[in-house]
């Protein structure tokens, strides 16, 4: 598909588009609905992003199924597409055409239908909310999500992320997972999402290196998650404060074969019976009048210091 400059396309015309809607704000980690390109809409039923397409845009069964989510920056794009995953339609602002050149030529060789938009710098500014970009925004097809027996065998050493809703931390938690040898990353289901626009960036991609997978079906993820993670041989670290806790350089960590490293939320940390249920209760020594790290941070230290060796 040629490269559409949306130059003399009026308003009405981009926002009834939904290859160009999915890059509106609140449109990340969307589902399209139907075939008819009726509307886009949040994958946990936030607002619709955008009306009726001019012309209905038929999808097909795998985008109707599991949905898109945005690529912010080519380095995002370039390892998402070095995963494997199927981009969708590329948004970016005139100026950075010559500059993206390659990512262009990578999704059209990967899906020669979708379509390349640029814009205007206000166009782009009008849909997208940004003052400034750092260049492409690729909406690519949600990969499935691989079964937890298949993402953490032969690891050694795997987080899982207990309920953490700020997305800056999931992204730098994940990119420490990939720089520290974390072999995998267990979401719990109310976690956020790792593919969110904020995450992937933040992430710098890594959210398609490091292999992951939900964990739970239920919002009490713990009483089927731990024994699970038991059954698959790993012990279960809770990294909280808690007076029976012992301090990370404990030598019983390391010696262990399989460990999975639990993290909890800003604010809450862990929930009381996860830190009940699990092996060990870990704390990060720190000097007198600092109580905590941030969680991304901890999982910086927690991966280096328990990391397989």
């Known amino acids: 598909m040629p490269i559409i400059d949306l130059e003399n396309w009026d308003a009405a015309r981009i926002a009834a588009d939904p290859r160009i809607a999915v890059f509106a704000p609140n449109a990340d980690d969307i589902r399209l609905r139907d075939h008819a390109g009726e509307a886009l809409a949040d994958a946990r039923g936030s607002q619709t992003a955008a009306s009726c397409a001019a012309e209905p845009i038929a999808l097909d069964p795998e985008i109707a199924e599991r949905g898109l989510f945005v690529a912010e920056s080519s380095k995002v794009a370039h390892r998402a597409l070095d995963a494997g ?162 301090s990370i350089d404990d030598p019983r960590l390391v010696a262990e074969e399989r460990l999975a490293l639990v993290l909890g939320a800003e604010g809450d940390g862990l929930a009381a019976e996860t830190i009940a249920r699990c092996d060990y209760t870990v704390r990060i020594p720190m000097r007198a009048g600092v109580d905590s790290l941030n969680v991304a941070a901890a999982s910086a230290v927690a991966f280096w210091e328990l990391r397989a060796r």
């Open 85 to 246: 995953v199927r981009p969708w339609s590329l948004f970016m602002e005139r100026k950075w055409l010559d500059k993206s050149r390659d990512l262009v030529d990578r999704v059209l060789a990967a899906d020669v239908s979708a379509p390349v938009f640029v814009a205007t710098r206000e166009q782009f500014r009008r849909v997208t909310g940004y003052q400034v970009t750092r260049g492409a925004l690729v909406a690519m097809v949600r990969p499935p999500l691989p079964g937890l027996a298949e993402v953490v065998r032969g690891a050694r050493r795997i987080a899982v992320l207990e309920d953490i809703n700020n997305y800056t931390n999931i992204g730098a938690i994940f990119r420490s997972a990939a720089a520290l040898n974390i072999d995998a990353v267990l979401v719990t289901p109310s976690c956020h999402d790792p593919l969110f626009r904020r995450a992937a960036r933040v992430s710098m991609g890594t959210v398609f290196q490091v292999p992951w997978t939900r964990i739970g079906s239920v919002r009490n993820w713990v009483e089927e998650g731990v024994p699970l993670l038991h059954e698959l041989g790993f012990k279960t670290v809770a990294l909280a404060l808690s007076d029976d806790s012992v």
